[in-house]
Nanobody, 123 residues
C-alpha cells in the first residue's frame, strides 16, 4: 500500500503564492512519476503538472510560467510552487503517484491518489 498526504492548501489573495507538498509513504520499489491534479466545483479533474523519475516535467498551459513542480527524493515528497495565483486556480488539488511495488514476489505498477487539499484564491 502507498499513502499520499498533501498539505499546504490555504486561502490566498490574487497574485499571492502557495507551496503544496505531497509525501509518499508505504512499501514500494520505486516512484515512477508524481503529479498534481485539480478539480474545481462543477468541473472535471485536470492535470496541473507532472514530474517523472527521470526529471522530465509537463505542465498544463494554465500552469506554465506560474507553477513549478519539484521533488525531494530522500523524503519521497513532491512540491508544487504556485505563484501569481488567480481566482481561476481555486480548486481541490490532488497528488498522484505512479508506483512500482512487489506483492508475493510479483512486480506491479499502480496509481495512487491523495485526499486533496483546498486552494482558494479570493480577495
Amino acid at each position: 500500500q502507498v499513502q499520499l498526504v498533501e498539505s499546504g492548501g490555504d486561502l490566498v489573495q490574487p497574485g499571492g503564492s502557495l507551496r503544496l507538498s505531497c509525501a509518499a509513504s508505504g512499501s514500494f520499489l520505486r516512484i515512477n512519476a508524481m503529479g498534481w491534479y485539480r478539480q474545481a466545483p462543477g468541473k472535471e479533474r485536470e492535470l496541473v503538472a507532472v514530474l517523472t523519475s527521470g526529471g522530465s516535467t509537463s505542465y498544463a498551459d494554465s500552469a506554465k510560467g506560474r507553477f513549478t513542480i519539484s521533488r525531494d527524493n530522500a523524503k519521497s515528497t513532491v512540491y508544487l510552487q504556485m505563484n501569481s495565483l488567480e481566482p481561476e486556480d481555486t480548486a481541490v488539488y490532488y497528488c498522484n503517484a505512479d508506483v512500482t511495488y512487489y506483492r508475493d514476489k510479483v512486480r506491479y505498477t499502480g496509481m495512487y491518489w491523495g485526499q486533496g487539499t483546498q486552494v482558494t484564491v479570493s480577495s
